[in-house]
């Protein structure tokens, strides 16, 4: 399919919301890690672009969490940004989830190691949008409405499908999720997270619930086909990391598709990893970015921001074959590496997108039976 009308897709199924006028009225003068900073709505309000990047730089540092190296590329980005702005980079907890985030935001509160900004899934961010400082960057109006909220408080960055990899030197090729359950994957399939806490692993849940009949409006059956796996001695209790993948333990991987991919040019001469969208199980979902109302560095954050939405860093994103959110805008306008695009993993048929309603079903479901069915 053509990243055209993935993205278009993509805004189907997402939240809607309404988009709001943008900016305020531009502040009287801006300050590294000042009020002026801290309250700032768009770039206009530092008095333009080289000015916030002049705040950005007097601050000097951005502190960021959750985001793994091989992860939709950002270890590409955080490099790309402090070779730009000189501007170093703390990066904490890589591995952790959406909620872990949230949770060192609240724990570091008020200190200068607290994050300036967060990388979420749609459930965490809508839940938690009171801790988020509304910004509307330079490319705002190229985001899709359906993907923003309004007041710029959350935004859709990237974006792809769950996805299995596995290493064809020691697995048959699956091409659909019940494969999994066959003998051939004996404590083989790892799931990346816990679904209860992890937007990847509810990803993943959810996608097994559409291979095993299940829909956008009932995760159940995902349940019930993760407590077959366990029971067919086939679910491995390993987080996956690139280490892991890396090293034999963990030879298939339910995983966002950007992930898995990015790990198949690192194994080269290491093992064969390969990655698959399965049939009749297209999840699709956005992760979203919100700058800490709280944060230590605000113009930094800021920055942070205006890079990630600029052609470069959505450009980095395709690189790391996750589906950047202007995708649509920078295909029409010329601006797309269109050499990452092409190397997109391939989707074909019925895709699924999730609302907020429907995730929210969800997850109640999920918190209820999880534990129980495979705990």
């Given at each position: ?119 979420l ?14 910004y ?106 690139p ?8 030879p ?21 990893w ?38 470069e860093?959505?450009?980095?994103y ?58």
């Amino acid at each position: 399919m053509t990243p055209t009308p993935v993205l278009r897709l993509l805004g189907v199924g997402a939240l809607a919301i309404a988009l709001a006028a943008c900016g305020a009225p531009p502040a009287k003068e801006s300050s590294s890690g000042g009020t002026a900073a801290a309250t700032a709505k768009s770039a206009a309000d530092f008095g333009g672009v080289d000015k916030l990047v002049e705040a950005a730089k007097k601050e000097g540092t951005l502190n960021v969490i959750a985001l793994p190296p091989d992860w939709a590329n950002y270890g590409v980005m955080i490099k790309a940004f402090t070779d730009k702005y000189g501007i170093k980079i703390d990066s904490a907890q890589p591995d952790g989830s959406s909620a872990d985030e949230i949770k060192a935001a609240q724990q570091l509160k008020g200190g200068d190691r607290a994050p300036d900004v967060f990388d979420l899934g749609l459930n965490v961010a809508v839940a938690n949008k009171t801790m988020f400082a509304p910004y509307k960057v330079a490319t705002w109006e190229e985001i899709p409405a359906e993907l923003k909220d309004g007041e710029g408080l959350y935004y859709g960055d990237y974006g792809g499908f769950m996805s299995i990899g596995y290493d064809a030197g020691k697995v048959p090729a699956p091409t659909k999720v019940e494969d999994l359950l066959k003998p051939e994957y004996a404590g083989k399939v790892a799931l990346n997270g816990d679904p209860t806490q992890a937007g990847a692993a509810f990803s993943g849940v959810m996608m097994a619930s559409l291979g095993s009949g299940g829909s956008a409006d009932d995760i159940a059956p995902g349940v019930e086909f993760f407590k077959k796996l366990k029971a067919a001695g086939n679910f491995l209790p390993v987080d996956p990391s690139p280490a892991t993948i890396e090293s034999g333990q963990t030879p298939v991987v339910i995983d966002w598709d950007y992930t898995n991919a990015a790990q198949t040019a690192k194994l080269v001469g290491k093992a064969d990893w390969k990655t698959v969208v399965p049939t009749g199980a297209q999840i699709g979902a956005y992760y979203n970015q919100a700058i800490n109302k709280d944060a230590p560095h605000p113009a930094a954050a800021r920055l942070w921001q205006e890079f990630l939405y600029s052609d470069e860093g959505q450009n980095i994103y395709l690189q790391g074959l996750s589906r950047p959110v202007r995708l649509e805008a920078m295909t029409k306008s010329g601006k797309v590496d269109s050499a990452a695009a092409a190397k997109l993993p391939k989707t074909e048929g019925k895709q699924v997108f999730q609302t907020q309603e429907q995730a929210d079903k969800a997850k109640q479901v999920l918190t209820a039976t999880w534990a129980q069915a495979v705990g």
